[in-house]
């Protein structure tokens, strides 16, 4: 039964495969690295957007600390909770653990040129540098602003790292402004107090069946083709490669042999298992033997995949950091660590980085293990 479902899932949604095709009003230049800002290709139809909550008072407190801190960034946007009848767009928390995700924030459907609703789901699986600035960030998605990977706007609200607190800077607002043509307030927020603290709003407290059903039912929705997504983006922790050799249970260098599976968990949060054929063991503090076969599961499959993460490729050879997790249903997965920061392609013994945020592209594989080690293997 289970299979099924997952097969006529990939088949419906593969109709919606040129998902980011179906963007919304062509806005001409749409930013850059160096402007500091990019859309993303579709927006809320207005700066005004309402909600409804299908979590605890924990992530809900979060999200409105997010949403404080955008509206203290960016005057006059109005994000504002209502009850599970008023609003299709809602805020979620889930469990999972094999993916590397702190939240995502998705766009469904199109009337006009915008999209219809919209979900931020948080990873309660995970714990995120600052809670508080993902959720403002993910915010920033659905006014319209895309996430940005380079070293130089690892400060901007829309650095797409979780490496925690940020502030909305100049450039995120020529974004906004971009976007929603208005004149925004132009003092840029440069205050390093920490964060805002968590409080609560008066919570419309509708934690109950309502809520859960509407997922359900937007879930249902997708799987019938219903509800189309146009638009996911995730936001994946950022780690050092020092770090990741630190927190990985396993270091390995090797190629994928073949893809095992693709699959999506809770309907949209997409997978593939990879078949790895593993060369070198550079850390295994697991009671492994160093099998020569390892499966390896990566966010993102076929249907939904992830900026600046694409999927491992068939007999490419790679680098990866492995954390050894339980999954959802109880089974043991090796996951990348930090998603994109802990997978690194590699050509004829050379790191091949398309963003360096790592400033690796180009080091030798023993350069690079010798720094990811500090030292430790030479
Ligand atoms: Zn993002």
Redesign the pocket.
């Known amino acids: 039964m289970l299979k099924k479902i997952v097969l006529t899932l990939i088949v419906s949604a593969s109709i919606f495969l040129n998902f980011t095709n179906v963007s919304a009003h062509n806005l001409g230049s749409k930013g850059s690295e160096s402007a500091g800002y990019l859309y993303v290709g579709s927006h809320w139809p207005s700066r005004s957007t309402n909600y409804s909550e299908a979590t605890s008072d924990t992530w809900e407190n979060r999200f409105k600390s997010g949403v404080s801190k955008f509206k203290n960034e960016n005057i006059g946007y109005s994000i504002t909770e209502v009850s599970s009848a008023n609003s299709s767009n809602f805020i979620e928390s889930y469990s999972a653990p094999s993916a590397t995700w702190v ?3 998705t766009f469904y459907g199109i009337s006009n040129d915008h999209p219809t609703r919209w979900r931020i789901q948080y990873n309660s699986a995970k714990s995120a540098n600052s809670w508080t600035t993902v959720g403002a ?2 915010i ?2 659905i006014y319209g602003l ?2 940005l990977y380079e070293d130089r706007n690892s400060s901007k609200l ?1 650095y ?1 790292y979780d490496n925690g607190v940020r502030y909305t800077q100049s450039s995120d607002k020529t974004g906004f402004s971009y976007i929603y043509g208005v004149l925004i307030a132009s003092n840029v927020m440069t205050s390093s107090t920490g964060e805002l603290s968590q409080y609560s709003l008066g919570n419309i407290d509708n934690n109950d069946e309502a809520a859960r059903e509407k997922v359900k039912e937007l879930n249902e929705k997708v799987i019938n083709g219903e509800e189309k997504i146009i638009d996911v ?3 994946f922790p950022e780690v050092s490669k020092e770090e990741a050799f630190e927190e990985a249970d396993l270091v390995i260098k090797g190629s994928v042999k073949s893809i095992k599976s693709e699959y999506m968990e809770n309907i949209d949060i997409p997978f593939t298992d990879f078949i790895f054929e593993v060369d070198d063991y550079w850390k295994n503090v697991l009671d492994l033997n160093d099998p020569e076969n390892l499966i390896i599961t990566q966010d993102g499959n076929s249907v939904i995949s992830f900026n600046k993460h694409p999927l491992m490729k068939v007999g490419e050879e790679y680098f990866l950091f492995l954390k050894r997790i339980i999954d959802s249903n109880n089974q043991g997965k090796f996951i990348l660590i930090g998603g994109p920061n802990g997978n690194f392609a590699l050509e004829k013994g050379i790191i091949q980085e398309e963003i360096d945020i790592q400033s690796v592209n180009g080091e030798s594989e023993y350069e690079f293990i010798r720094n990811a080690s500090n030292g430790e293997i030479k």
């Open positions: 939240a995502q924030r960030h993910e920033g998605h895309a996430d829309m797409g983006s995730a936001m």
